[in-house]
């Protein structure tokens, strides 16, 4: 079993959906919990991060932790074409070490 | 403000050949991560390195694999006779001290081992 699962997709959703996406992981210990975007052919770039469980908000984008079930969303609201990429979660058990990575879910949002 | 640099962007290598990659960090990083995406998975974590240190290898492959962050000058990550299961995406990511949670990536090396 994977430390941090996360279903491949991908996820077809149209211009203005919500995007919903989630990982759940095994390790209790997992502390830092982070969203990245990946575009096609390119490194990847750091959406969100929350410490421990709760919610944080940043423009479109809603994080969500729930330490208790082992699983972490993230909502992309009013979503764009732009926004078509994959999406990793990550997460970490201190604020200095390596990130677990999901594999990854591809989104795609149609015009 | 520059981001993370990785050269070279594509490296083309036989088996059996080095391959060096190297990532200069954002100003004021003094952490460094590597890690490695082959195709159809996700990032795998190599190494992590502070200025002269390596911090947690944990990740790197027993043989053939090295890295360095010397005081002056970029991180390399050093494969020795390389294979074709080498192919992959080479990430490096940098991220302030104490700050790990916000680790920043650079564009990536393109390995390809003919």
């Known amino acids: 079993q994977k430390e941090v699962e996360q279903d491949p997709g991908p996820l077809s959703v149209p211009e203005g959906a919500i995007v919903s996406l989630n990982c759940t992981y095994s390790n209790s210990a997992f502390q830092y919990f982070m969203w990245y975007r990946q575009y096609s052919r390119k490194g990847p770039e750091l959406l969100m991060y929350?410490?421990?469980?709760g919610n944080k908000e940043d423009g479109r984008f809603t994080a969500q932790v729930d330490k208790s079930s082992k699983y972490i969303s993230l909502f992309i609201r009013d979503s764009q074409p732009s926004d078509s990429a994959t999406y990793l979660c990550?997460?970490?058990?201190?604020?200095?070490?390596?990130?677990?990575f999901g594999a990854g879910t591809q989104v795609v949002v149609t015009p | 403000n520059a981001g993370v640099m990785q050269n070279p962007r594509h490296l083309v290598r036989r088996r059996g050949q080095e391959a060096r990659l190297r990532c200069s960090p954002m100003?004021?990083?003094?952490?460094v991560y590597w890690y490695r995406q082959l195709p159809e998975e996700g990032l795998k974590f190599m190494v992590y390195l502070q200025k002269e240190n390596i911090i947690d290898e944990s990740g790197m492959p027993k043989e053939r694999f090295s890295a360095e962050f010397p005081k002056e000058g970029p991180s390399i990550l050093r494969i020795q006779q390389v294979v074709r299961g080498d192919s992959a995406a080479y990430f490096c990511a940098s991220a302030n001290q104490g700050r790990g949670e916000t680790q920043y990536f650079g564009p990536g090396t393109r390995l390809l081992v003919l």
């Open positions: 929350t410490y421990s469980s």
């Open positions: 990550a997460m970490s058990l201190g604020s200095w070490g390596k990130l677990q």
């Open positions: 100003k004021g990083h003094s952490h």
